[in-house]
């Protein structure tokens, strides 16, 4: 079963513009990952925090993790058209693995 | 180094034609899992490796054999094709350490299956 669950499942912001996009758990966790799929390509890894973390920046991602409301976030800082994608928070499986699951994604469309 | 490898890209079967997948990684890594994925239902786990000679099943592995004969190979099996396997398929592979999570996933396979 889904561990992760991404909200909301479609995004759309003119460029320049900042998107946020939230990911909810149901257990507890020691790490949570972010991952970008483009159009039709394999996932690609954006950044990992773990569970000792409350904020972690990366570029123009800023990845925030509260656990005791079991749940992180991604910004995106002043988007680019290159940043439409879908973007998945992945989250260790239940029972404790280093195969995650992954969520249904957050589609962003990113408009020139 | 070529990361995760898949073949095919594309394949088309009829319903009960019988094909393998295959996945290449050049990492050493470890573990090795094949996700599908189909629209609205983000990825699921199908079967997974933590090592040559060990797999596991995952969410969904009804229809499908895997096995790990060597640490660079990652073969998927559909046994007999049914139009529900339908999708695209995705091979990942990680160190399997706290020091290193992130999966390295392949280009994917876009199966059909008529």
């Known amino acids: 079963s889904q561990q992760g669950e991404e909200d909301p499942q479609a995004l759309s912001i003119q460029e320049g513009e900042n998107a946020t996009m939230n990911c909810s758990y149901k257990t507890s966790i020691n790490n949570l990952q972010w991952y970008r799929q483009n159009s039709g390509r394999g996932l690609v890894h954006l950044i990992l925090?773990?569970?000792?973390?409350r904020e972690k920046h990366s570029g123009r991602l800023r990845v925030t993790l509260d656990t005791s409301k079991k749940s992180s976030s991604l910004l995106i800082t002043a988007s680019r058209a290159a940043d439409t994608a879908s973007y998945f928070c992945a989250t260790p499986r239940e029972g404790g693995s280093y195969i995650p699951t992954f969520g249904r994604g957050t589609s962003l469309i990113v408009h020139p | 180094n070529a990361g995760v490898t898949q073949t095919p890209k594309f394949q088309v079967l009829k319903t009960g034609q019988s094909m393998t997948l295959q996945c290449a990684q050049d990492?050493?890594?470890?573990?090795m899992s094949w996700y599908r994925q189909d629209p609205g239902m983000g990825l699921r786990l199908i079967h997974y490796?933590?090592?040559?000679?060990?797999?596991d099943q995952g969410e969904v592995p009804n229809g499908y054999n895997v096995s790990r004969s060597t640490t660079e190979d990652f073969p998927l099996r559909l046994l007999s094709a049914a139009p529900s396997q339908t999708s695209v398929y995705f091979c990942?592979?990680?160190?399997?350490?706290?020091?290193?999570?992130?999966?390295?996933f392949g280009p994917g396979t876009r199966l059909t299956v008529t």
């Open positions: 490796s933590v090592g040559a000679g060990i797999t």
């Open positions: 990942a592979s990680s160190f399997g350490q706290e020091s290193s999570y992130e999966q390295y």
């Open positions: 990492m050493n890594h470890e573990y």
């Open positions: 925090i773990r569970s000792n973390e």
